[in-house]
């Protein structure tokens, strides 16, 4: 773990949860995960759980945000932010994690993943799975990946863009 890389992503998520008026303590760890996932990690990966004990039942509900699309855009503004004009070497790849969020919506979207293959294998038509994120959408692309009877992809356009599973057509 880089040690500059996880400080990094630490002291900026907790700068700017201090400017939002909300002081708490951000944990951070290597994302074990991305390896075991995939095999290999070209990029540092790493989980920053917002402390929540020194939080509302409120300001957790408004952090997550209707859906996580809250915690999703703080996500995006960690990861955009510490890895604008980095070389790939100096690079990470941040999760934020509150009050289980993250990974309790993992679960339900490897689930996802599993009713539709198990859908399309027993059907042989093609489905579409709708309201995800794009992160959610690379996540079951990426669970995918496995199931060599199955091909995903991705159809529509931005905020209407849905995951399409489907039969593999070159078997």
């Known amino acids: 773990m880089s ?12 700068e700017l949860l201090n400017l939002t008026g909300t002081s708490t303590e ?8 991305v390896i075991e996932r995939n095999g290999y990690s070209s990029i540092d990966s790493y989980w920053l759980t917002i402390d929540e004990t020194k939080l509302t039942a409120e300001e957790i509900e408004i952090y997550i945000g209707t859906d996580g699309k809250v915690l999703d855009a703080i996500q995006y503004l960690v990861n955009s932010t510490l890895n604008i004009n980095q070389s790939i070497e100096e690079q990470a790849s941040y999760t934020v994690e509150l009050n289980g969020y993250r990974t309790s919506r993992q679960e339900q979207i490897v689930s996802v993943a599993e009713d539709a293959a198990e859908r399309v294998r027993s059907t042989g038509e093609e489905i579409e799975i709708r309201s995800l994120s794009s992160a959610e959408r690379r996540q079951i692309h990426t669970y995918l990946e496995r199931y060599v009877d199955l091909e995903t992809f991705s159809r529509g356009k931005e905020p209407h863009r849905h995951l399409v599973v489907r039969p593999a057509s070159d078997i």
């Open 3 to 14: 040690d500059s890389l996880v400080s990094r992503g630490k002291e900026w998520l907790e």
């Open 26 to 33: 951000v944990i951070a760890q290597e994302d074990k995960n």
